[in-house]
């Protein structure tokens, strides 16, 4: 069964403190893996998409890199508008043509300045 | 232009209305989602279009109706629901097919239902 689990649920860091979070998957077919960051009672905000173990996509303070079973969201020197939830997504290989994603549970960053 | 909206922002509607929550984007994306995401929980997909077809219904119940009446439009037309349905109504699009294309979200329909 398909399956995307992240870790940890929770995660308090002070201002500037660097740390990862985790996304491991179980799918058949890995056709994307995607990272979105979601605001308190807003719709998730796309951040990015990995295709294939090796590789890696940064913008700011965060880094995204993935492997044959797991990806990692790199948040270096982190800001308190860093704070929200990330969501973990996979896209796997379903018959016909349909787009559909399996979530994670998300993680919840607060960043304390 | 990544923009997805949804409109209302808020809704509140008793068990016995009926109710529509309308989405729009113009990125050319040629397949649409409704999502319903509970507190604390993941978005749930609910329905997929794929080029204006219904191509995924999740199970859902008969009171939530979508339609998709062009490639930019999507509509989900909800009557008699319970108080359980309250949550976040989601609405995105991507390109379709299994080529790995990112969805893009709206800011959601915040429902409650008395």
């Known amino acids: 069964e398909d399956q995307v689990t992240q870790s940890p649920e929770a995660l308090r860091l002070q201002e500037g403190e660097s740390s990862s979070l985790n996304c491991s998957y179980t799918v058949s077919g890995l056709r994307g893996l995607f990272w979105y960051r979601q605001d308190p009672g807003k719709g998730p905000e796309f951040l990015f998409t990995l295709y294939s173990a090796g590789e890696e996509k940064e913008k700011e303070r965060l880094k995204a890199t993935l492997t044959k079973k797991e990806s990692f969201l790199h948040i270096t020197a982190p800001k308190p508008e860093d704070s929200a939830t990330y969501l973990c997504a996979v896209q796997a290989q379903y018959g016909g043509a349909t787009n559909k994603l399996i979530f994670g549970t998300g993680t919840l960053l607060a960043v304390q300045p | 232009d990544t923009e997805v909206t949804q409109t209302p922002k808020h809704l509140v509607m008793g068990m016995t209305n009926k109710k529509s929550l309308k989405c729009e984007q113009h990125?050319?994306?040629?397949?649409m989602y409704w999502y319903k995401q509970k507190a604390k929980k993941p978005p749930e997909l609910m329905f997929v279009?794929?080029?204006?077809?219904?191509?995924i219904n999740e199970s859902v119940p008969s009171r939530f109706s979508p339609e998709c009446p062009n490639s930019s439009l999507l509509n989900l037309h909800l009557h008699a629901l319970q108080p359980e349905d309250s949550a976040l109504y989601l609405c995105a699009s991507s390109q379709p097919g299994t080529s790995g294309y990112e969805q893009y979200f709206g800011p959601g329909t915040r429902l409650t239902v008395t």
């Open positions: 279009y794929s080029y204006e077809k219904l191509s």
């Open positions: 990125m050319g994306h040629r397949a």
